[in-house]
């Protein structure tokens, strides 16, 4: 019985595949490499305590530590176990035939309902079902694996279709999918040995089972981090039921951030708290008032009549200069000030006027 339109075009997709394989390295040295994700994941977690200890968050920097810690663990064990499988020499493997890949391609259809073989692009999409983790619901999503691909690591996406990424986290649809780069953790030998053996219908599966369940050691986010909200001024990841809305610009935040105003008690952060120039009290931006005399920013209690108590302290006391009588004539002159004795000076006599000083006195012999 000659083959249908639709297994011709699936047998031609499968020689697209094997032709590909031929130009991968062998399957054993594929699975022989560093763990750079583990540790790319690390570097990210590590930038993520500094920031947090930089935004004096306690909470998050007590979770990202954590995390931290389990993922260098878990990148020490996969250094262990690179270093044990260098020791023993690579078992011998064969890249998989056309059989094997047609065979391979024809049982997805029975593992998932929604297949798509695309022979123009040499690639094959697999749609899940929609996937929750109680209580989120993450939606459905794309594996799609690329013949072209099967060189690079990793060799195929993962993309979300009905998205819902992570609070602050918009490359964050799934706690193992970032980017589409999904997080593979135990999964990665189990995946890399299924797709260099050619059992795609295993490599799919494995994929689908780890977008199913959460492991918190190999996750890019919590499933808090989807439940709660950051804190828009410590950054800390809250309960939403226990956030407070800013009543000026609608940020959220948590209790330990909330200023309030001490004229009208409205809620407000940081950035939009003001204080009085003449008091200090804090006052949100409602209740600030500008003096018409030096422009300072001023809480209606120190403000009357458009200006602020200093400015008024300062017009009633007029300068001294000013004095103007009742009657709009100039003042007086100030009457002439009696010298003292001792401020006389002494007055020089000229060398012309007689001498006056023995004027009277009579001679006395000795």
Partial sequence: MPPTPSQRRLLRLARAFEHQYLQVSPPSAAVEKLPRNSWQQAERLEHCLHRAHALGGSNAGERYRHLLRSRLGRLIGGLTDLHDRLRDPPPSARRPSLRLLYSEMATLRDEFSDVTFDLARREIAVRTEPITMDPIELGRFEIRLRAKDL?????????????????????????HVQNGVLCEGEGQSAIAQALSGGRLSDFFLLIRQILRTFNPD????????????????????????????????????????????????????????ASCDNCESPMCPRCSQRCRGCHGESCPVCLEDGMCSRCLSTLEEPPDALHISPTGSEPPPPPPTEKSPTSETATTPSPHAPNTDGLGEACVPA
């Fill in 151 to 175: 060189c690079d690591r990793p060799p195929y996406q993962v993309t979300a279709l009905d998205p819902c990424p992570c609070r602050g986290q918009d490359q964050v649809t799934h706690p």
């Fill in 218 to 273: 190999s996750a890019y986010a919590t499933l808090e981090d989807w439940l709660g909200v950051n804190c828009d001024d410590c950054d800390d990841r809250i309960p939403e039921e226990d956030s407070f809305p800013c009543r000026q610009c609608g940020c959220l935040l948590c209790e330990f951030c909330l200023n309030t105003c001490q004229h009208c008690e409205t809620h407000v952060c940081s950035s939009c708290l």
